[in-house]
């Protein structure tokens, strides 16, 4: 059974930084591609960035690229995303996801709000 936990959601000025964890457990995840996706209140669900958990490549969507980072510790089965220079349109539920090899995303984390003030 995979379960991923995110964590590290919470208020932010526009401007600064947040980073957020999700723990992954119940699998060997090296064959796993993890990602994060966001949903704005209204808005349609949001995809991110994905990390290979294999080799640690990343891909990210236009709106973060150069803003926020997707990485993993392998050690700790953890996956983070670090958001510099938040803007208020940033503000949503930040979701953890998880698909075997290169599939659909069939797990998910329960979410943490972030919240940009500007």
């Known amino acids: 059974q995979v379960q991923l936990v995110e964590s590290g959601g919470g208020l932010v000025q526009a401007g600064g930084s947040l980073r957020l964890s999700c723990a992954a457990s119940?699998?060997?995840?090296?064959?796993?591609?993890m990602a994060w996706f966001r949903q704005a209140l209204g808005k349609e669900r949001e995809f991110l960035a994905r990390i290979y958990w294999s080799d640690g490549s990343t891909y990210y969507t236009n709106s973060v690229k150069g803003r926020f980072t997707i990485s993993r510790d392998n050690a700790k089965n953890t996956v983070y995303l670090q958001m510099n220079s938040l803007k208020a349109e940033d503000t949503a539920v930040y979701y953890c996801?998880?698909?075997?090899?290169?599939?659909?995303?069939?797990?998910w984390g329960q979410g943490t709000q972030v919240t940009v003030s500007s």
């Open positions: 996801a998880a698909a075997y090899d290169r599939g659909l995303y069939g797990y």
């Open positions: 119940g699998r060997t995840f090296n064959r796993y591609t």
